[in-house]
């Protein structure tokens, strides 16, 4: 499966643990895209990343979130001292990074759940 | 000031019939745009991206985009029961790749 690949798919926290979400980019793309969907609502973006880099985080929480890319392995997106209001679907979104017409391929998404 | 607005719908059409789903966006600099088909529980699927102005054409899905309104639609001719979904715009700004969507339009294709 050559696909945009995320894991876990659904992921329980208890208030104050932290959550870790992965995303391994489709073949050939070198640009992730974090987003983050609360139920009946659109997707919001929070970070674009490429390899080492974070490029636009202007959608991330200032406190408890951190994301980051490293050179060999997925993407990680952290979150730290979790709260009821970080339940949501957090989806990964993976590009080759062209100018223009630059398409991106979703992940099937982590479910958090914060009890 | 929400940057790509959409009808939230829902859109109620027959089987058989046009479905036009409609989008407005306020960044005259955006570039390129994008139309995905979300599945209650699943991830957006991308389904076309238009970066001219006029019309563009894969299938039973046109894409229009007219830079000057600011203004982005999708025709779905010949519409089924399985394209029953929610239909989200986005549209890329100036300056990088951030990708700004829409709240999404819930379209339903009555048998």
């Known amino acids: 499966n050559a696909g945009v690949m995320q894991n876990p798919r659904h992921l329980v926290r208890r208030r104050g643990q932290e959550a870790r979400l992965r995303c391994s980019p489709m073949k050939g793309h070198s640009h992730v895209y974090w987003y983050r969907q609360l139920p009946e609502e659109g997707l919001k973006f929070m970070v674009y990343?490429?390899?080492?880099?974070?490029?636009?985080e202007s959608g991330m929480p200032k406190e408890r979130f951190s994301a980051e890319f490293p050179k060999e392995g997925p993407s990680i997106l952290r979150i730290q001292q979790v709260v009821r209001g970080d339940s949501a679907a957090y989806f990964c979104?993976?590009?080759?990074?062209?100018?223009?017409?630059?398409?991106?391929?979703f992940g099937p998404g982590t479910r958090l759940t914060v009890l | 000031q929400k940057e790509v607005e959409q009808n939230s719908g829902p859109l109620s059409v027959p089987e058989g019939a046009i479905a036009s789903l409609n989008c407005t966006y306020s960044d005259r600099g955006s570039q390129s745009f994008f139309w995905y088909r979300q599945y209650s529980g699943k991830s957006p699927e991308l389904i076309m991206f238009?970066?001219?102005?006029g019309d563009k054409e894969d299938g039973r899905f046109t894409a229009q985009l007219n830079k000057a309104s600011q203004y982005v639609s999708l025709l779905i001719r010949d519409s089924q029961p399985s394209d029953s979904a929610t239909y989200l715009c986005?549209?890329?700004?100036?300056?990088?790749?951030?990708?700004?969507f829409g709240a999404g339009t819930r379209l339903f294709v009555k048998a």
């Open positions: 238009i970066y001219s102005n």
């Open positions: 979104a993976s590009s080759q990074g062209l100018a223009g017409g630059d398409e991106q391929f």
């Open positions: 990343l490429q390899k080492e880099n974070i490029i636009d």
């Open positions: 986005a549209g890329r700004g100036t300056g990088g790749f951030k990708t700004i």
